[in-house]
């Protein structure tokens, strides 16, 4: 009991890590390149193309989707953009946050160490790079966590493990729970990153895994949603537009999940591999399917939020 207890204590503290780093890194970056993100928005959302790009470089670089669709929602608010001109980059938000997801995949965790040592030196004698010291000792923590996850998750009885999530066997269920857990971590890119790590020590498998995933994609919306409520109704079309896109596109792909499963299994690499491909086909299959339909949704969504 006393070994199970510290492997737990373990991952509750190694998850404490990850979101107090995902947070730190999103406010450090936003306190360092803020402005010329703000810039950036105004100035390339004229086309729907070059929003989506917008959103995903945004999304990598701020390391979380809320916080890229907050910042449109209330540039929306403030009328830096417009709500149609918005949509593009929403659309790419979600692009954006499959990054982390590739980078596990790709066991960057292993040269986490390296990149807090860089942050370091760069914080203490980088003299004109100093200020990007803070934001790479972040990053490198919000890996060092997901390594120290994987770590703890390795000595959990996979029998134990696996009883308690077999209610995930069923899709529905799976993204229900994946819903759950992106409003309690407030954070889709923690839970996949958290996905990840059990698909790879083998207690769910690519089923599960995909289905706790698109529900974190809907669960995720719940911050901008959130933020607003205090806003004005540009903002409030940004977020509802943010949960439509998420919703539909599971719903879309929901009949097709069997085929889908069957095409990822195909993909080269493991199981990791093969749910980071995943998500990332996913969210790039919605953001075209999306764009070509962007009119006619921008007309649905200023219909309901007059």
């Not at 503290?13 to 950036?40: M, N």
């Not at 596990?104 to 986490?112: D, L």
């Not at 998420?246 to 990791?272: E, H, K, R, T």
């Amino acid at each position: 009991m006393l070994v199970n207890a510290g492997i737990i204590s373990g991952i509750v503290g190694s998850v404490a890590l990850f979101l107090y780093s995902v947070i730190s890194f999103g406010k450090i970056i936003k306190s360092v390149a803020g402005e010329k993100v703000k810039t950036l928005l105004t100035s390339l959302t004229d086309n729907p193309v070059k929003g989506v790009v917008l959103g995903t470089v945004s999304t990598a670089i701020l390391q979380s989707s809320s916080a890229t669709s907050v910042l449109v929602a209330s540039m929306a608010d403030a009328g830096f953009i417009t709500f149609y001109n918005s949509l593009g980059v929403i659309f790419g938000v979600n692009i954006g946050t499959t990054i982390t997801s590739q980078l596990v995949a790709y066991n960057a965790m292993s040269i986490s160490p390296f990149i807090i040592l860089l942050g370091m030196v760069l914080l203490w004698w980088g003299r004109s790079f100093k200020k990007y010291g803070k934001p790479i000792i972040y990053f490198g923590l919000l890996f060092f966590s997901i390594y120290l996850i994987s770590i703890f998750v390795s000595y959990l009885d996979q029998n134990s493990i696996g009883s308690l999530l077999v209610v995930t066997s069923n899709p529905i269920v799976a993204i229900l729970v994946g819903v759950l857990a992106a409003i309690i971590f407030q954070s889709s890119s923690v839970v996949s990153g958290i996905v990840l790590i059990l698909a790879g020590a083998g207690h769910i498998d690519l089923m599960q895994s995909v289905g706790l995933i698109l529900g974190a994609n809907i669960g995720t919306t719940s911050t901008v949603i959130i933020a607003s409520m205090a806003l004005g109704r540009e903002a409030k079309r940004v977020a509802l537009s943010h949960f439509l896109f998420n919703f539909l596109g599971v719903i879309i792909v929901l009949p097709f999940l069997g085929p889908f499963y069957q095409a990822v299994s195909w993909l080269d690499g493991g199981v990791v591999h093969q749910i980071a491909n995943t998500y990332l086909i996913f969210n790039l299959t919605c953001t075209l399917l999306f764009l070509i339909a962007i009119k006619p949704f921008a007309f649905v969504v200023s219909k309901i939020i007059k």
